[in-house]
T-cell receptor
Framework: KQEVTQIPAALSVPEGENLVLNCSFT??????LQWFRQDPGKGLTSLLLIQSSQREQTSGRLNASLDKSSGRSTLYIAASQPGDSATYLC????????FGAGTTVTVRA | EAGVAQSPRYKIIEKRQSVAFWCNPI?????LYWYQQILGQGPKLLIQ????????DSQLPKDRFSAERLKGVDSTLKIQPAKLEDSAVYLC???????????FGPGTRLLVL
């Protein structure tokens, strides 16, 4: 059974600071890994999907890295803004998505 | 492109009552998923459909939960009878095919009293 851990559970930073969100998973036999954002009371919004053959995937201020052999992924958010405040969830995909509990980010103006 | 639609958005019921949720996926998406998200946790997959066939329902409590996807488009998830521990957000998602990006609906927030 895939176990997913996200550290830290919560993070508060001043506007402009870079964010580093960590995700670890126990089973490295995955097809891909998705990062999602969840705003309070809302569904999940897909941010990035990184294939198992890729090391990195970038979209705007977001960059995700994947080290499949060690079971780790990191999401970097450059120059954070108050609008980045949300919970970020990672989900490795073996034959289904398994989610961590997420990292709740607060960006202070 | 329209997103995944779900209804109702909120539902409050008494324990032992029944409830049903509806999901309309993105047009053309063959794969549909139902997730349960308990407060403070990540979503947990309940059931996955490929067109109108079930791919995975290993974590669906089949004594009280049922789901169907008629004609490979809309889907309904039913709970009968509901228990207090069923209080959660029920999320529907769809993808073009399995293993591709999943797109989520806004969820239905269920409170069982």
């Amino acid at each position: 059974k895939q176990e997913v851990t996200q550290i830290p559970a919560a993070l508060s930073v001043p506007e402009g600071e870079n964010l580093v969100l960590n995700c670890s998973f126990t089973d490295s036999a995955i097809y891909n890994l998705q990062w999602f954002r969840q705003d309070p009371g809302k569904g999940l919004t897909s941010l990035l999907l990184i294939q198992s053959s890729q090391r990195e995937q970038t979209s705007g201020r977001l960059n995700a890295s994947l080290d499949k052999s060690s079971g780790r992924s990191t999401l970097y958010i450059a120059a954070s803004q108050p609008g980045d405040s949300a919970t970020y969830l990672c989900a490795p995909n073996d034959y289904k998505l398994s989610f961590g509990a997420g990292t709740t980010v607060t960006v202070r103006a | 492109e329209a997103g995944v639609a779900q209804s109702p958005r909120y539902k409050i019921i008494e324990k032992r009552q029944s409830v049903a949720f509806w999901c309309n996926p993105i047009s053309g998406h063959a794969t549909l998923y139902w997730y349960q998200q308990i407060l403070g946790q990540g979503p947990k997959l309940l059931i996955q459909f490929q067109n109108n066939g079930v791919v995975d329902d290993s974590q669906l409590p089949k004594d009280r939960f049922s789901a169907e996807r008629l004609k490979g488009v809309d889907s309904t998830l039913k709970i009968q009878p509901a228990k207090l521990e069923d209080s959660a957000v029920y999320l529907c998602a769809s993808s073009l095919v399995s293993q591709e990006t999943q797109y989520f609906g806004p969820g239905t927030r269920l409170l069982v009293l």
